[in-house]
C-alpha cells in the first residue's frame, strides 16, 4: 500500500510559478511510475504529468507542455512538479497517483493510488 500526499498549493498571480510536492509513504517507492492530475470546478478530471520509476521518461498534457516540469527524487520518495508560466486555466485541485508498472499513463483509471489533492488557484 501507498499513501500519497500532496503539499504546495497555493495563490499564484499570472505568469508565476509554484512547485508542488507529493510524499509517498512504503520502502517501495521506485516500484511506481507517478502520475499528477487536475480537477477543475464542473470539469473532469485530466492528465498533467508522468514519469516512470526510474525518473528516466516523463511524458505531458500539451496544454502543460514546456511550462511544467515533473521529477522525482527516489531516496525521498518524493515527485514534484515544477509550474511556471501559470496561466488562470491552471487552476484545478492537483493529484499525484502511483502506479505500479514500468511506465505510467495518461488514463487515470490506470492509478492504483491517490492523494487527497492540492488547491492551485491563478488570479488574473
Known amino acids: 500500500q501507498v499513501q500519497l500526499v500532496e503539499s504546495g498549493g497555493g495563490l499564484v498571480q499570472v505568469g508565476g510559478s509554484l512547485r508542488l510536492s507529493c510524499a509517498a509513504s512504503g520502502r517501495t517507492f521506485g516500484s511506481y511510475s507517478m502520475g499528477w492530475f487536475r480537477q477543475a470546478p464542473g470539469k473532469e478530471r485530466e492528465f498533467v504529468a508522468t514519469i516512470n520509476r526510474s525518473g528516466s521518461f516523463t511524458s505531458y498534457a500539451r496544454s502543460v507542455e514546456g511550462r511544467f516540469t515533473i521529477s522525482r527524487d527516489n531516496a525521498k520518495n518524493r515527485v514534484d512538479l515544477q509550474m511556471n508560466g501559470l496561466k488562470p486555466e491552471d487552476t484545478a485541485v492537483y493529484y499525484c497517483?502511483?502506479?505500479?508498472?514500468?511506465?505510467?499513463?495518461?488514463?487515470?483509471?490506470?492509478?492504483?493510488?491517490w492523494g487527497q489533492g492540492t488547491q492551485v488557484t491563478v488570479s488574473s
Open positions: 497517483a502511483a502506479v505500479r508498472a514500468l511506465f505510467g499513463s495518461s488514463v487515470g483509471s490506470e492509478y492504483d493510488y
